[in-house]
């Protein structure tokens, strides 16, 4: 078969170049392997590289004098390759500021008289915005940080924190002009109650109730909880429009030092990021994606009529896969483009389409701005994830690594953009997505996240999240609108891409 007939590359051929030879120390100082096994023909994914270790080797690349877009490195089949496209010109990383009309601006200081700056919403954040008159709490996340140990001016260090993190004063205006993400001067006071509850949980619940409204001066907010036998909790609640998956790991840290009276990481503003995506070419990014999508027979859509009532809405599982990574090796792809295709084969056999597409997540972190790997914010978006049933899934799988490769420049782009995604707006182009969250989480034993394991998706109608544990495990969290499609149905779903990622395990074919 296909995969048979992909064979280890055992003889390690000799680096040719000083370029070659860079490359390769930092290839191995990034994923821990002995420079003398990386050879010129020697492929970034078969020795375990991914595009969260892609961008520690574009870091350090800068940092020797070199530059290297994760775009490119991701695209190249070879170090050769890649090495080869490394250049000592600098990559443009700094974007010219973004402009807001006089109107616009007018409009926000007659909410927020004496913020500090303000700038177009992303698209991402648009989209969770829009959920706050329906379903308020959808996005809101409740950190938990044990305060038991009595750590002594809380409040006071808390605000010293949020003086210097535009990102935990931000807040929205809606306008006739758009979206607006504002953010608040640096001496804001900050309130920060002190709650006395039975449970935390009782606290944690109306907390939740409460979420955030545009009338709220910022998205975020802390209260030290006292509950039980003495127990003490601080309790971080934001909004997911000013956090994603890496933010909330850098987050959760800076709290953790400002607590502890420790010094304070120095961070970029967010709006560099914005700065960025406006400086975009447009037509550009229309073109790529009408050409991505070209020939797409129709919307790839689970929803259904559900009449259920009270079920739980979410689903989790932990499942082993001892032989899925020196199998991925040796074909050059990631555990991302696998999971992928399993949610792909899962629609195609319940939907019977041989053409499916399929939200993804995609981290930004690798965007050409200076820090961004830095950076506090929600950088994320969600792209259309193209899968045509037409060859194996060896060469399935290496065609969704080009395409995911392919698509980085153009996946944090304009709203404009992002509403056509090439295909008539009238109808949702797909209705589920998948967030492969592969992020180097430092365990904090005084910091963890309230369970939301039992909450509805909170935009699509199935939302995905999977979390790689190690090498050869994966924990798998299915999240689903009961609204829009009944318990039966969705764990169906969700135990055949189960299945299908166990079946993978065994061999690809």
Same mark, same amino acid.
């Given at each position: ?13 000799? #680096?040719?170049?000083? /370029? ?14 002995? %420079? ?8 970034? =994914? ?10 520690? %080797? ?12 994760? /775009? ?5 089949? &070879? $170090?050769?390759?890649?090495?080869? %496209? ?13 402009? @807001? ?13 004496? *913020? ?18 329906? &379903? ?11 305060? /038991? ?20 004063? /931000?807040? !929205? ?15 804001? *006071? ?12 009782? =606290?944690?619940? @109306? ?17 030290? @909880? ?15 429009? #000013? ?83 020196? #199998? ?16 792909? &084969?899962? $629609? ?9 597409? =399929? ?12 820090? @961004? ?13 193209? %899968? ?40 949702? #182009? ?29 935009? *699509? ?31 169906? *779903? !969700? ?15």
């Amino acid at each position: 078969n296909a995969l048979q007939a992909l064979e280890v590359e055992v003889q390690v051929e000799a #680096l040719e170049t000083e /370029s070659e030879r860079r490359m390769a120390k930092i290839w191995a100082q990034v994923l821990g392997v002995n %420079v003398n096994d990386i050879g010129r023909r020697t492929s970034f =994914f078969s020795i375990g590289g991914d595009s969260i270790s892609a961008i520690r %080797v574009v870091q350090l690349c800068k940092k020797a004098g070199w530059h290297i877009l994760a /775009s490119e490195l991701l695209l190249s089949n &070879t $170090l050769q390759q890649a090495s080869s %496209v490394m250049s000592s010109v600098k990559t443009q990383l700094e974007w010219p500021p973004i402009e @807001v009309s006089e109107c616009a601006r007018s409009r926000i200081q007659r909410r927020w008289p004496g *913020y500090e700056s303000c700038f177009p919403a992303t698209h991402e954040q648009h989209d969770m915005i829009s959920t706050i008159d329906t &379903t308020p709490s959808s996005f809101v996340s409740q950190v938990l940080f044990d305060l /038991s140990q009595g750590l002594d001016d809380v409040p006071d260090k808390y605000r010293h924190l949020v003086a210097q993190r535009d990102i935990l004063r /931000s807040t !929205f205006v809606k306008t006739e002009f758009g979206l607006f993400h504002v953010v608040q001067p640096s001496t804001m *006071y900050i309130s920060i109650p002190r709650i006395s509850t039975l449970t935390l949980d009782a =606290f944690l619940a @109306v907390d939740l109730t409460r979420a955030f409204t545009l009338d709220d001066s910022s998205f975020a907010r802390f209260a030290v @909880v006292e509950h039980g036998n003495g127990q003490v909790h601080g309790v971080l609640t934001i909004h997911h429009a #000013l956090y994603d998956g890496a933010t909330m790991a850098m987050l959760t840290a800076d709290v953790l030092d400002a607590l502890q009276g420790r010094p304070l990481a120095v961070r970029p503003p967010f709006r560099l990021v914005v700065d960025y995506i406006e400086a975009q070419d447009s037509a550009l990014a229309e073109r790529y994606w009408m050409t991505y999508l070209r020939g797409l027979p129709g919307p790839t859509c689970v929803a259904c009529t559900s009449n259920a009532k009270d079920c739980a809405v979410a689903l989790v599982e932990t499942i082993q896969m001892p032989s899925t990574s020196a #199998l991925l090796k040796r074909i050059h792809v990631g555990m991302a483009a696998l999971v992928s295709l399993a949610w792909a &084969t899962t $629609l195609r056999r319940l939907l019977r389409m041989d053409d499916v597409v =399929f939200g993804q997540v995609v981290s930004n972190r690798t965007i050409p701005v200076k820090d @961004v790997a830095r950076t506090l914010g929600c950088v994320i978006s969600s792209v259309p994830c193209r %899968v045509t049933f037409d060859k194996d899934n060896v060469s399935l799988l290496q065609a969704m690594q080009a395409d995911n490769a392919a698509m980085l420049p153009y996946s944090l782009t304009k709203a404009t953009v992002c509403k056509q995604w090439g295909v008539d707006d009238s109808a949702a #182009l797909f209705d589920t997505e998948v967030s492969f969250v592969n992020l180097a989480m430092v365990e904090l034993s005084a910091v963890k996240e309230s369970h939301t394991t039992c909450r509805p998706a909170s935009f *699509y109608v199935i939302e995905l999240t999977v979390l790689p544990l190690t090498t050869d495990s994966l924990c798998i969290q299915g999240n689903f609108d009961p609204h829009r499609i009944s318990g039966t149905r969705a764990r169906q *779903y !969700f135990d055949i891409m189960l299945d299908t990622l166990k079946s993978f395990d065994k061999g690809i074919m």
